[in-house]
């Protein structure tokens, strides 16, 4: 058995590589990005940069003194993976951003882009990128199971 140092075989060495977690992600059109785990965010997100947020989970952007928080889970008709559909169908969530002594905002974000994917709130522009975990037709899901991926970008 090939190693690549003594007692530790190659296949061994490969398939922790693959069972580790990456920083970067493919989605469903191909694009890549790379985005924070959530683990790692400690309730901070990035300007232009993708970052996690949990059903419930409130974050602070850094330096923009801008809060948002994942409200709710309107629905989510997406076709499950497991299945063929006509239509991909869409899921859609709300979340509340405030920035200061401001107001908050309520925002209504769709995971299709035949319905609105981003918003404006004063200066910035919030983007959601992706909705994990994607249905399954015998796994029942909780909102609390629920992940979203957003993008903050500042006009």
Request: proline letters at 5%; one cysteine or more; glycine letters at 6%.
């Amino acid at each position: 058995m090939e190693s690549i140092s003594p007692g530790i075989p190659l296949a061994i060495v490969l398939s922790l590589m693959c069972a580790l977690p990456s920083s970067g992600y493919v989605d469903r059109n191909g694009l890549t990005g790379t985005s924070v785990p959530i683990e790692a965010q400690s309730e901070n997100a990035g300007l232009e940069q993708n970052f996690k947020i949990k059903y419930g989970q409130e974050v602070m952007v850094k330096g923009q003194n801008l809060k948002v928080k994942f409200d709710s889970l309107l629905d989510d008709s997406r076709c499950p993976t497991d299945m063929e559909c006509v239509w991909s169908g869409d899921a859609e969530i709300v979340i509340s951003v405030k920035r200061a002594n401001a107001h908050a905002s309520n925002m209504e974000l769709h995971t299709n882009g035949q319905f609105t994917q981003a918003r404006k709130y004063q200066r910035y522009v919030i983007k959601l990128v992706a909705l994990d975990p994607y249905p399954r037709t015998r796994v029942k899901k909780k909102p609390s199971d629920y992940v979203a991926t957003l993008l903050i970008k500042k006009e």
